[in-house]
C-alpha cells in the first residue's frame, strides 16, 4: 500500500507550539510528512533558513515520520518530485484564509493532482504567529510559553545583541 505523504511549508521564523500543533495534527492524517523551511524573497527573516530547519529538527527529533528540509522554489515542484499528495496549511482566521485559499487555487493550476489540506491549530495555539513572538522578544518580554525552550533561547540571544528588528 502506498504511504500517504504531505508537505508542510512555511518560514517558520521562528517555529512556535502552533506549529508543531499543526505537525502533530498532519501526522494523524498522513504515514510520513516532509516539513519544508521555505526561502521567500518577500519576507525578511530573524533566523537564517538553516537555523529554522535546525529548530525543527530539534523539536521533532522523536518522530520518525517527519523530515524536515530546506526549500527555494515552488512547493509544488517539490511534492511532485518527492510523491506528496497534499500541502498542508494552516488557518487561524479569515485572514489567513484569504491569502491561503488564493496560493491553493494557483498551486491547484500549477499541479492539478496536489491537494492542499487546511488545518486549524488547536484551541491554545490560536492567536499564535512567529511575528508576534517576535514583537514579544523584541520588547522584552518572556516567549516560553510559546516557543521550545532552545528557540526561546536563541531568540533572547538575537535581540539581545541589538539593532535585530523584528
Known sequence: MKKRK???????????????DLIERALNLFDEL??????????????????RSNFLKVALK????VKVRTWQGLTVDLAEKEGASTLIRGIRATSDFDYEFQMALTNRK???KIDTLFLMPSEAYFYLSSRLIKEIAQ????VTRY??????????????QGGVRA
Open 6 to 20: 504531505a508537505i508542510y511549508p512555511g518560514s517558520f521564523d521562528p517555529v512556535t507550539f502552533g506549529h508543531l
Open 62 to 65: 522523536n518522530e520518525p515520520r
Open 110 to 112: 500549477l499541479a492539478p
Open 34 to 51: 516532509i516539513v519544508i523551511v521555505a526561502s521567500n524573497p518577500s519576507k525578511k527573516t530573524l533566523f537564517t533558513a538553516a537555523e
Open 147 to 160: 516557543v521550545p525552550a532552545s528557540v526561546a533561547k536563541m531568540i533572547k540571544k538575537k535581540f539581545s
Open 139 to 142: 520588547l522584552g518580554g518572556d
